[in-house]
């Protein structure tokens, strides 16, 4: 399974990436907008409008 992240927005928008955690943080720490893909489709994200991100794996873990 390839890692995914989570990234959440105000008013509990989310959409779920095809990334690791940390390469997601690292490019959303340089700002602006992000090019991110989702189920083989291109999306972009505006760094600061991301509210919290989430690795899938830990979190299917449980605690």
């Known amino acids: 399974m390839a890692d995914e992240t989570?990234?959440?927005f105000?008013?509990?928008d989310?959409?779920?990436v095809e990334e690791s955690l940390a390469s997601v943080?690292?490019?959303l720490?340089?700002?602006g907008y992000v090019r991110f893909e989702r189920a083989?489709?291109?999306v972009m994200v505006n760094a600061a409008?991301?509210?919290y991100l989430r690795t899938l794996r830990?979190?299917?873990g449980g605690r």
Request: charge should be positive.
């Open 49 to 51: 409008a991301v509210r």
């Open 10 to 12: 105000a008013k509990d």
């Open 40 to 42: 083989g489709e291109v």
């Open 58 to 60: 830990q979190a299917q």
């Open 29 to 31: 720490a340089k700002g």
């Open 14 to 16: 989310t959409i779920i």
């Open 25 to 27: 943080a690292e490019k």
């Open 6 to 8: 989570s990234i959440s």
